[in-house]
């Protein structure tokens, strides 16, 4: 019995253990304070990672009466500056890799099991917190907004990464409802499983969608207006994504109740095209992908119709044939006929009875006396 109690004692010691080793830990970014000096701030603050660990949720710290959005960059290098905190400018010295984004009082996001975003890497030194202040603040008012970064040290088997379509330009007249700006582009890179989806935009924004096709399939990733709260929305069936196939985007505007010509910009004034697709892949390949579409390219999506969209494009196909087969029946085999006809002239054949031989020749070279001998054989039958 005592034997039996120690090592009872002795195996909830090792699950205590391990439960720690393996359990998440949290790491708080937060602005030091800063105030709001104009509409539309830009601030930035870089924290340099010393030790490898790998993300598997966040959760936001921040208000959206304060902060019109907020993004994590990775980066491998950042321009030194002589402050941690500063407005304005690029976050990364190279091209920054988004890591995770939010907007509108989105909610808490947690990875896949098995699926985490590696950082602190030779790819990744450094982590960039980027707030969007949409109003001026007092002086007095002191903002402390962030994320709270949940990660662990072991690795997990899939790497997490971002997918993103940004709109560079554009242009939208007021008074307009039915407005649509695309992107598209061709995937090259190795393939990936999307999980989830985020939507971004401005004011005169009603929907953003984003589309797979391959072999002439196309396939809904997700849409959603981007007035809700800007969340990471999981998709019911994770969808792969492999080379040859083109990803596409759409945002969806309507300027009726506005007068002035609305562009694509930085300012809470202007509008924005972002879709954000969370994908994950195997951890020796997450730095093979090509995660950024800027192309922009109008599109139409098959079997669209009232805006309903239809998964099944086999339809769409059967349709196709129908009407070729309708064309051929009605059209190609008159035309076909009559061409014959003026082309070929008609052949009769007539058997003469005594001569054992069939003779060929057409109505003009009827002669009297062959017509006399036919009617006479197939009478005397």
Known sequence: MGLYHESKVMWSILLVLLQYVVSEEVMQLRMPGVTIPHNDTYYHMQTELSDTIYITGYR????????????????????SRGTKVWIGGASCEEEPKILWSWALDAPEFDMPANVSMEVGNTDIKYLVMELHYKVVQPETHKDTSGVDILFSKEQTKYQAGIYLFMAEDGTFPPKKKDIHLDLACNYTSPAINVFAYRTHAHNYATLISGYRERNYTWSLIGARDPRKTEMFVRLEVVL????????YARCEYDTTE????????????????NLYLMYYIDSDKINSVKGLCTNQQEFIVPNEEDGEWYDDYISNKLLVFVLVCVCVLFIGLPVLYCCKSCLCPRKSYYKRPNDGFEKLFTPEEDDEEDEILY???????
């Open 60 to 79: 936001a710290a921040a208000e959206s009466g304060t902060v019109h959005h907020m993004l994590l960059y990775g980066c491998r290098s950042v321009k």
């Open 240 to 247: 792969d994504v492999k080379p040859a196939d083109t990803l």
């Open 258 to 273: 506005t007068e002035k010509t609305i562009v694509i910009g930085n300012t809470h004034h202007d509008e924005m095209c």
């Open 375 to 381: 009617k006479s054989y197939k009478h005397s039958y």
